[in-house]
Structures are given as structure tokens and as C-alpha cells.
């Protein structure tokens, strides 16, 4: 497959001088489930069927979407009021002399540490064996509790992210920092996969980041099986024969070999995650010997492309426009996404198309994740990382990512002017238009479903609700206190009552807000509206809410088009992003109603009434 072979995998960080031995040497294995021989003749674990069961004595279901995952909460976790109370701790030791004793505030920081991975297997596992392995992983995370993350499983092999932080220490970890203990939980944890398969994972590229605060912790397992890896939507055979990577794709590159790819001018880099990551972050800035002129800032290199995908089902028909194929003809195609996996399958897919019609296809090995580790001053990237963890977006020397909270928040146009520069495709946020480039709050756009960039003062200024009671209880109170003439009273009732219903009225408009994409495309039909049915990326009218005979006309690679019979014509973008949060309002709103009797009981003659009703 091209991974970086174990010693480097493995690798400790060189920072503080640890070695995989300091790791290693209290190392205790998991116990593996019991062995016997599968019916495909692998030394398979487990019962041969599909149930992939987790026994797990804590762990609970994820519901609907995945009945047969499972969530196992980390025994070691600390809440925001205990990371509070060390950070003001740690203000106040700096005003102490040093002398002084150290009081019960002044305990030892916890630290945090991660793991970044993924591994394609062929041949492809037995359904016992992955049944087997869920059971195991719900084992680790019993016999190693301060672990928390996501790891999907399938057929195909497993993509995962996983944390540990740093527990209270016993004797023999007296003299051992909280680093240490989070960084060396998750080497025992991936000397576990090599002993559970050694086949499969001896060769995997573990991504491991050290020294985070303990904030960047998941209190949570998560095993997730799944069908794919990551969904594309491919039939069996759209990605040709199986190579050497496992998927038929492009050749590996580590960091610095990539690096140097870059600097061609007969290649193309293709940007293979979603448009909202690229958004803050890309490779740009490829720089030559200097033009003929011998000024030394002329641009050159390989030409940076966006498919300007929702999300990764989008790629295919990127691909199949007439644009895209004669854009890379007769080019180098470098490929890279956030930690390598989609390029595993977009590449492939990308050879089995066009292989022979482009000079050769590329991909970086473990992502921009290890393409920063290994250039700590940014090297050809400009911008942030959009990372699918609690650090939320890291760059060049910042390991510990922006965070998902707001006070850590920090507007690109509050930077020095020659930063400004390294973004120079212009990021902004969506509704005010000033410079910024963090995605906080969760924000969704309205008509397609991905996150948005929504600085923290419109942030504010959206939230119209919390304004709009204080204002109520305002005039209420002004009411009863009122001692002028009922005329007088009425005119300030008025005012008053306009100034709440504009208030309203400009926070559902800010509610609404549209991606760029969406707005560059003219899509306006909400996402709630629209029915997506195979992975949010073709759909049906949810209502009737642009006219009975409403219906879509879509055609293959292009928008989908809503018209009424009004003759106004509405467009729904052609994919939703449904996961990591989506339109939950109208599910929260559906639980909260279906909760509450039906006034008309056993008369009630709707079918699809959201209320409740007992006889039913």
C-alpha cells in the first residue's frame, strides 16, 4: 500500500527524548476473542455471521442510522469546570514567588494525545472478522479506559480517529508527565491492532500528536460498522483491478518527495476533500527560480484545482464533466485530502477513468496531516487544516488546533497584514463578509446542509431569541409601571411590539444563511424541504411547498431544478451533507411534539399527526 513502514510509524516524539521502548516496556496485550477456523479459510475470530455484536457492559447503541454501532464512554475524561479551575490555577502561580508551596489548585495539567489512521485490506475481511474486531476494539476500550474517538469498520479495512488523555498517576508513573501517559495509551493501543491482525496492520501509518490539552480528548468511543469507508457511491468494478495500495490508486508519496511534485509545471494538485475545508486552507504558492526578469516572485508550479464538492459522492461527476477531463489531459495529477483515505479511492477511481490519458496520478501519503508534521513552518500550504477532531482546524506550528470554542476564536482580519497574504483566494464570513476563517458554532447552510463560516459577532447578532425575550419582559415591565395617558401607552406599546417582530424577522434571516456555493449557484430551496434519499445525493419534494404539481428535473452531473406552477423556478442543490449535526432542528421539534396527547384523540384522522396518540 506504500505506508510508511512501522519504525517510522511508530516513531516517539523526539521533542522530549522518549523512545518506543519507554513506551513500550509496560505493555500488556488485550486478550484476543477466541480463534477458530472461517469458512474462507482465514484464521477468522467469532461466529460466521454479520451480526458485528459488541459486548461492551457500558456501551449503547447510535440509533437508526447505526443500530449495530456502539458508544463506549471513556472512564477518564475531565469536565470544563475542572479544566477552568487549573487554567486560573495556572494564572495565579505565575504571580507566586518561587518558594512558595505548591497548593491543591496547582495539581498536574492533564494532557491529551491522538491518533490518526486507516488501513485498506486485501483480500477484503469475512463478515466474522469484522465482527471479531468490534468485539476486540470494545475490549480495548475496557482494558485501556481513557480512550475515546471513532473508528469505522468494514470489509475494507478501518478509518480511525482516536484520543487518549492522561490519567491520575500510580507509582510506577510517579516521575512520568501527563503527556506521557495519554501519548503512551495510544502505542499500546496500536501494538493491540498489530497483534490482533498482524498481517493487515504491520504496515499501517499511525499519525500520532502529542501534548494537546485535555480538552482535544473524546469522552467517547465510538465503533461504527459501515459499508464503505468512505462513501463514494462506486460499483463493484468502477475502481479497477486491486494494486499493491489495496484500491488501484495513484503512487504514494511521502512529504518531501510531494513536496518537490509540487514545483512541476506540467502537474495539476487536486484537491480531493470538501469545499467548505478548502475554504481555509490549500496548497498555493508554489514557487520557481523567478521569472526571466529575475524578480524571484513569479508563480509557478503545479496548478492548485477545487472540485467544489458538498462532499465526496460529488467527485464522480466532477469528474465526468467535459471541463474537468480536458483541464487534466495530458498532466501530472497530484491528489491530496486531510489524512490520505479519500485520495485511496479517488484516486483509483480517477486511474480507472483517465488513467491512461494523464502522464501518471500521485497522492500524499497521510495527508496534509503528515505533510505538516513534516514541514512545521507550513512548507507550500497556506492556511489552516480542517480536521475532523476537537482541534477543529490546525496550521503551520499549531498543533493544538483552534478548538471548538468561541473564546478561542480569532479572525483572520485581526492578523498582521503580511499574513493576510497566505489567503489570498479571500475567506470570509458568509453573512457580514469580513475576513474570518473558523467554523464555530455549528453553523449549517440553509439550502445544502454544510458547515458554514460565520464570524462571532454575527454569531451573536443571529441569535435573536434570548434579545427578543429580554425585550418582552422589558415591556412588560414598562407596562405596569406606565403612569402617562392611554394614547401615550399605545404609541409605546407599537414601538415597542415593532421592535421585537424586526428582531424576529432579522433573526430568521440570519438563521438563513447560504454557503457560497449555493449562493454562486442560485440555490434556494431549503434542505429540509428536499427528501435525499442514497447518502443525501439524489432526492424527491419533501411537501408542497412551492405548489402541488412542484416537481424536479434533473439531469446526470448538473443542479437539480425545482419548478412550480407559478412558473418561478427554484433550484436544490444537488447533494446535502446530512452527518455531523445537518437541519436537527426539525427532528428536535418532531420528538418534542410526539411527546405531547393529541387534543382529538381517537378522532384524529391524519395519518402522519406528529402528536401522540395512545391507541396507536
Request: hydrophobic share 30%; aromatic share 8%; charged share 35%.
Amino acid at each position: 500500500m506504500g505506508c510508511a513502514p512501522r519504525s517510522s510509524s511508530s516513531r516517539t516524539d523526539e521533542r522530549v527524548g522518549w523512545t518506543i521502548e519507554d513506551y513500550m516496556a509496560d505493555y500488556v496485550p488485550t486478550p484476543k476473542p477466541s480463534k477458530r477456523e472461517g469458512k474462507d479459510g482465514n484464521n477468522n475470530c467469532g461466529d460466521e455471521d454479520d451480526g458485528n455484536d459488541v459486548d461492551a457492559g457500558n456501551s449503547k447503541s447510535l440509533g437508526k442510522w447505526f443500530p449495530k454501532a456502539s458508544v463506549i464512554k471513556s472512564s477518564v475524561c475531565y469536565s470544563n469546570d475542572y479544566l477552568a479551575r487549573l487554567a486560573k490555577a495556572r494564572k495565579s502561580r505565575t504571580r507566586k514567588d518561587e518558594n512558595e508551596n505548591v497548593t491543591e489548585e496547582e495539581e498536574e495539567e492533564p494532557r491529551a494525545s491522538l491518533v490518526l489512521f486507516y488501513q485498506y485490506v486485501s483480500p477484503p475481511w469475512s463478515p466474522a472478522k469484522v465482527s471479531a474486531l468490534l468485539t476486540y476494539l470494545a475490549n480495548v476500550a475496557g482494558n485501556r479506559i481513557n480512550i475515546g474517538g471513532r473508528i469505522r469498520v468494514s470489509s475494507e479495512g478501518v478509518n480511525a480517529t482516536v484520543s487518549a488523555a492522561s490519567y491520575a498517576p500510580v507509582d510506577d508513573d510517579a516521575d512520568r508527565p501527563a503527556s506521557f501517559r495519554a501519548s503512551r495509551t495510544l502505542r499500546h493501543f496500536a501494538e493491540d491492532l498489530r497483534r490482533f491482525d498482524p498481517k493487515s496492520f504491520a504496515a499501517t501509518d499511525f499519525k500520532y500528536v502529542d501534548g494537546l490539552t485535555a480538552d482535544r480528548h473524546f469522552k467517547e468511543l465510538k465503533l461504527i460498522p459501515v459499508k464503505e469507508l468512505v462513501f463514494y457511491g462506486l460499483r463493484e468494478g468502477d475502481c479497477g483491478g486491486r494494486g499493491d495500495s489495496g484500491m488501484g490508486g495513484g503512487v504514494h508519496l511521502d512529504p518531501r518527495d510531494y513536496h518537490e511534485m509540487l514545483k512541476r509545471d506540467d502537474a495539476v494538485v487536486i484537491d480531493v476533500r470538501n469545499h467548505y475545508e478548502a475554504a481555509i486552507g490549500r496548497f498555493e504558492g508554489q514557487m520557481g527560480g523567478g521569472d526571466d526578469d529575475g524578480n524571484g516572485d513569479a508563480k509557478s508550479g503545479a496548478r492548485y484545482i477545487d472540485p467544489r464538492m458538498r462532499k465526496s459522492t460529488d467527485f464522480t461527476s466532477w469528474l465526468a464533466e467535459p471541463e474537468t477531463k480536458q483541464t487534466l489531459e495530458g498532466k501530472t495529477v497530484l491528489m491530496f485530502c486531510t489524512g490520505g483515505i479519500r485520495c485511496e479511492r479517488a484516486s483509483a477511481y480517477l486511474n480507472s477513468k483517465m488513467g491512461s490519458e494523464v502522464k501518471g496520478v500521485y497522492q500524499l501519503q497521510g495527508g496534509v496531516e503528515r505533510y505538516l508534521q513534516s514541514f512545521p513552518d507550513g512548507g507550500f500550504w497556506r492556511g489552516k487544516n480542517f480536521v475532523f477532531d476537537k482541534r477543529e482546524a490546525i496550521g503551520p506550528g499549531n498543533i493544538n488546533g483552534d478548538g471548538l470554542s468561541s473564546a478561542a476564536a480569532s479572525s483572520i482580519g485581526n492578523k498582521e497584514k503580511e499574513d493576510d497574504k497566505l489567503l489570498s483566494w479571500g475567506t470570509e464570513c458568509a453573512r457580514c463578509h469580513k475576513p474570518w476563517d473558523r467554523y464555530i458554532g455549528k453553523r449549517k447552510c440553509y439550502t445544502c446542509g454544510v458547515p458554514v463560516l460565520v464570524c462571532d459577532a454575527c454569531m451573536s447578532r443571529s441569535t435573536s431569541s434570548q434579545k427578543n425575550k429580554k425585550k418582552k419582559k422589558e415591556y412588560a415591565k414598562k407596562e405596569e409601571k406606565k403612569e402617562e395617558n392611554k394614547e401615550e401607552a399605545d404609541e409605546k406599546k407599537d414601538a415597542s411590539r415593532k421592535l421585537v417582530l424586526d428582531g424576529e424577522s432579522k433573526g430568521e434571516e440570519s438563521e438563513r444563511i447560504r454557503c457560497p456555493l449555493c449562493v454562486e449557484e442560485g440555490v434556494t430551496v431549503p434542505a429540509e424541504e428536499v427528501e435525499y434519499t442514497d447518502n443525501g445525493v439524489r432526492g424527491k419534494l419533501r411537501s408542497s411547498s412551492f405548489g402541488e404539481d412542484a416537481a424536479f428535473h434533473e439531469g446526470a452531473g448538473t443542479t437539480c431544478k425545482l419548478i412550480n406552477t407559478k412558473d418561478d423556478a427554484h433550484k436544490a442543490a444537488r447533494s446535502v451533507l446530512k452527518w455531523g449535526g445537518g437541519h436537527a432542528s426539525r427532528k428536535k421539534e418532531k420528538r418534542k411534539f410526539s411527546r405531547r396527547p393529541c387534543q382529538y384523540g381517537t378522532d384524529c384522522v391524519r395519518k402522519d399527526c406528529f402528536f401522540y396518540h395512545s391507541e396507536r
